[in-house]
């Protein structure tokens, strides 16, 4: 017997207890059996969780077309005890996000996002401050806002609520704040930017932020959520920072992240399209 059929089958024995109601997003569903689902779902106060849905898959009233990724639900469920999975009673649809659902790029970014918050999370982890930037990130995204720019937003924020914020506001050797008299290479192994007086020709693990890359960056670390999306990055900027922000994700989990590569393709055919 799998461990997964351990666990629900420990859950169907207990029975729901302690129901409690969470605002959450769904990051990960998979069948289980011939009825029930498996569900990993982010929410604000007790971080990433994974529960059963009994009868999810024929139930119409409880869960039908609600337990997709990326859904944003209000959920009544158990807490997991003893490595057992959380119990799923019901969910009621709060916002399904459509229309990020309809375009190719958005759904891609979307599940960078998903990607990296599971890389990120353990069972009943994750900051307080992620769940209102995963429900702004796919808001935005499906609100019809540039995917680019709310991916760099999202994941220089995302880097700081897990606790692993790039330092980019001073030189790590010199402490010299940033100014227009250098240049910038980040080092992704330390987490930080050297200016281009104290970097010694290292060329490995770096990438380049110039001036105005870095200034927008540190403006996203330092605003309110809710003013976030009013930072503007030139195309430049965008080439950069998601060139930075790849590489120090590889850098801190230690593993490619997957669908970056398919946002990648997506994004080139994308731009050769409108060359054309
Ligand atoms: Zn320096």
Redesign the pocket.
């Known amino acids: 017997m799998s461990d997964i059929h351990q666990l629900s089958k420990a859950v169907s024995d207990r029975g729901p207890k302690q129901q409690l109601e969470s605002a959450a997003i769904i990051l990960d569903c998979r069948e289980h059996g011939e009825s029930d689902l498996i569900v990993t779902f982010f929410c604000r106060h007790h971080g990433r969780l994974t529960g059963i849905a009994k009868g999810a898959k024929r139930s119409k009233k409880r869960f039908v077309n609600k337990l997709e990724i990326f859904t944003s639900l209000l959920i009544r469920h158990t807490l997991p005890k003893n490595s057992q999975l959380a119990f799923i009673a019901e969910a009621e649809l709060l916002e399904s996000f459509l229309a990020l659902r309809q375009d190719i790029l958005c759904y891609s970014t979307a599940n960078v996002i998903r990607e990296f918050t599971l890389l990120a999370t353990q069972e009943m982890e994750g900051d307080k401050e992620l769940y209102p930037l995963l429900l702004w990130a796919f808001t935005s995204l499906d609100s019809g806002r540039p995917p680019q720019a709310i991916l760099i937003l999202f994941l220089i924020r995302f880097f700081t609520a897990i606790g692993y914020s790039p330092q980019l506001h001073r ?6 704040e940033i100014h227009e008299a ?1 240049t910038y290479t980040f080092h992704a192994a330390a987490g930080t930017i ?2 281009s ?2 970097n010694k020709g290292e060329k490995s693990n770096t990438t380049p932020l110039s001036l105005g890359t870095l200034k927008s960056l540190t403006a996203a670390q330092d605003q309110p959520l809710h003013r976030l999306q009013r930072l503007q990055l030139s195309p430049h900027s965008q080439q950069e920072a998601l060139s930075f922000l790849h590489h120090y994700g590889r850098q801190l989990f230690q593993r490619e992240i997957v669908s970056w590569s398919f946002l990648k393709t997506i994004s080139s055919a994308g731009s050769k399209n409108r060359q054309q």
Request: net charge negative; proline share 0%.
């Open positions: 030189c790590l050797d010199c402490n010299q250098e050297r200016c007086s104290c």
